[in-house]
């Protein structure tokens, strides 16, 4: 789950479109609209257009530091509904979207999963590490270095894993056409499979990057915040303190995710700046790992959702 939303989450400038890749096919957005191609068993391509599910209609959740996490999570909500469409036409399989109670629970165990990965399983083996000596306390900064080492050993196994899925690596596949398109677009040229192939299937505003500050920007809170809050409470026993820990952990990611959405739309916007180059250059590292070279078919899919997306968006 977490390879098909988060890892896609693109922050969007003035003028750019961004999207993801789903089951056999890309899901485009382009202002307050989005379009979903799949590439159905039978070869046809189907294109759905919808509006924009948003949860940042309100002017103070669109402004800097504010519109970071709610953002994130209207993105989890349509990427999950653009998944399970897709699922539905790629397997052909009766057209039955989820309920609003099925829609939570996936996107709250979605949300779940992701945080007992990238914040329990590390701050578990932190304190495995401190157990044999080599790491002080939670109060010191040893602990939180531990602990962010765990995070990015924990975010690539992930990422490296998955990738030995045939499935999944041709998800992988859908995310470099999605890439190489919108690097098209951007840059005026023929949107055919021709005119998309040259391109980088790396983009610097991809939702790796994203995950990437968010875990760079937990390890540097962490460490200051952390020992700053159990100066002011702190349980006397170990189990509760360590269960406080996390939870304080758990909240800290609304203002880390405001913040990491921050560096990234600013990096994504002005990638030509060598301040961004440097921001962003870890994220297209990591999308070596996350994109895979699309076959033309697979170019042609992410063309018709960017039509799709970007047509209707100019209708409305």
């Known amino acids: 789950m977490i390879s098909g939303l988060a890892l896609r989450f693109l922050c969007h ?5 961004g999207g993801q890749a789903v089951m056999e096919g890309v899901m485009i957005r382009a202002d307050d609209r989005l379009a979903i191609a799949v ?3 039978d070869g046809a391509i ?8 948003s949860l940042t209609s309100s002017p103070v959740l669109k ?14 909500v349509n990427g999950i509904s653009a998944l399970n469409f897709s699922a539905q036409k790629a397997l052909e399989e009766e057209n039955q979207e989820l309920k609003p109670w099925a829609m939570t629970l996936t996107l709250a165990g979605s949300i779940a999963f992701a945080l007992f990965l990238f914040v329990v399983v590390p701050h578990l083996f932190t304190l495995g590490v401190k157990a044999l000596g080599l790491s002080g306390g939670v ?11 765990f995070k990015m050993a924990v975010f690539i196994g992930y990422i490296g894993a998955i990738s030995l899925l045939p ?11 999605e890439h190489k398109v919108i690097w098209a677009h951007e840059k005026g040229q023929p949107l055919t499979p021709e005119g998309a192939k040259p391109f980088s299937r790396l983009h610097p505003r991809c939702g790796t990057a994203f995950v990437l500050f968010v875990l760079a920007v937990s390890i540097a809170l962490y460490a200051v915040l952390v020992p700053a809050l159990l100066s002011v409470f702190s349980p006397e026993s170990t189990i509760l303190k360590h269960a406080y820990i996390v939870g304080l952990k758990l909240v800290l990611m609304i203002p880390i995710s405001a913040v990491a959405y921050e560096i990234v739309k600013y990096a994504g916007k002005h990638h030509e700046k060598p301040l961004c180059r440097v921001l962003s250059g870890p994220g297209l590292f990591m999308q070596l790992l996350t994109t895979h070279e699309p076959d033309e078919k697979q170019l042609e899919v992410a063309i018709a959702a960017l039509k799709g997306a970007t047509q209707k968006a100019q209708e409305g």
Do not use: C
């Open 13 to 17: 400038a003035a003028s750019a479109v």
């Open 39 to 41: 590439r159905k068993p």
């Open 46 to 53: 189907e294109v759905q257009n919808r509006p924009w599910f």
């Open 63 to 76: 402004k800097p530091f504010m519109r970071g996490f709610p953002i994130l999570l209207e993105t989890l």
């Open 139 to 149: 109060e010191d900064l040893s602990f939180h270095a531990w602990d962010g080492l």
């Open 167 to 177: 499935d999944i690596r041709r998800v992988f596949q859908y995310h470099g056409a």
